[in-house]
């Protein structure tokens, strides 16, 4: 199976950026559906973002449209998720996941329960 480690959580003024790694490790990378959730104190985990194995197709939480960008280098085994204009309702736990599904279209893999592999996460804090 799949192992997932992130980095580059951190703490940040509202308004600057931060980008998260998701490194990989166990299988061969270029078979995972790749995506980022996230979890605030209190409430449920939800999406932020997935790329497909292939690295073409790419969705983004509203939320996220225009300041979250989500990619991968296959020659380093990483998923990134670059931040920008970051705000205080950003403030939560990012949390790798990885699926070996193979999609082509990747709407359909924006629920937890679409991946069995997650990483440890990493703690996200804006403030104002």
């Known amino acids: 199976q799949v192992t997932l480690v992130e980095s580059g959580g951190g703490l940040v003024q509202a308004g600057g950026s931060l980008r998260l790694s998701c490194a990989t490790s166990g299988r061969t990378f270029s078979n995972y559906d790749m995506a980022w959730f996230r979890q605030a104190p209190g409430l449920e985990r939800e999406f932020v973002a997935v790329i497909n194995w292939e690295g073409g197709g790419t969705e983004h939480a509203a939320f996220g449209k225009g300041r979250f960008t989500i990619s991968r280098d296959y020659a380093k085994n990483t998923v990134y998720l670059q931040m920008n204009s970051l705000n205080v309702e950003d403030t939560a736990v990012y949390y790798c996941?990885?699926?070996?599904?193979?999609?082509?279209?990747?709407?359909?893999?924006?629920?937890?329960?679409?991946?069995?592999?997650w990483g440890q996460g990493t703690q996200v804090t804006v403030s104002s």
């Open positions: 996941a990885a699926q070996p599904t193979k999609r082509t279209v990747v709407s359909g893999l924006r629920n937890d329960y679409d991946y069995d592999f």
